[in-house]
């Protein structure tokens, strides 16, 4: 687990302010602060909606406006966020996602494991469940069938086209 008393709280310019506020228009609020104000199970609740969306909306059920600012900074220190928008009783914060996981050398190759739910060939009974392992270049059916993954097609024109020209 990453210490986050390290992690500095992410600052953000005007222009970038801007765009976050229009990518946080259509969003819902994820967590809301009722009448027992900031709890550590309401940080929890912010920390967890940052790790998974980034962005997002808090809805403060209070109605004095400064002590939804000071749950805006206490959010956005305890969380390591930058404070977006306050605007009425919704609070948006964003935090830099984690960066991805490194690819490892075979992850094209790697065994996935599928689920295939069939219905029973005799009316009323359960479906059929059933875990199939895929493996390299497989593909599973709509039926549930395993088959190899077909070929891409590609153009006589395009294969001219790739094919480096000799001088004859």
Known sequence: MLDNSLMPSPTLTPTQRR?????????EPVVAIGQGGL???IQAEVE?????????????????RNQRAQWLEALCQSCHAAAV????????????PPPPPE???NQGRAVREVKVVRNSGR??????????????????????????RKTRQVSNKKVQLQKPSGSS
């Open 123 to 148: 009316g009323g009974q359960r479906p059929e469940v059933r875990r199939v392992k895929l493996v390299g270049n497989q593909r599973l059916t709509a039926s549930g069938q395993v088959k190899r």
């Open 39 to 41: 709890s550590p199970a």
């Open 103 to 105: 690819a490892t050398p």
């Open 48 to 64: 967890a909606a940052l790790a998974a969306h980034a962005l997002i909306k808090v809805k403060a059920g209070s109605d004095d």
């Open 19 to 27: 765009s976050l506020r229009a990518q946080a228009h259509h969003l």
């Open 85 to 96: 928008q306050h605007i009425g009783k919704l609070l948006v914060l964003w935090r830099p």
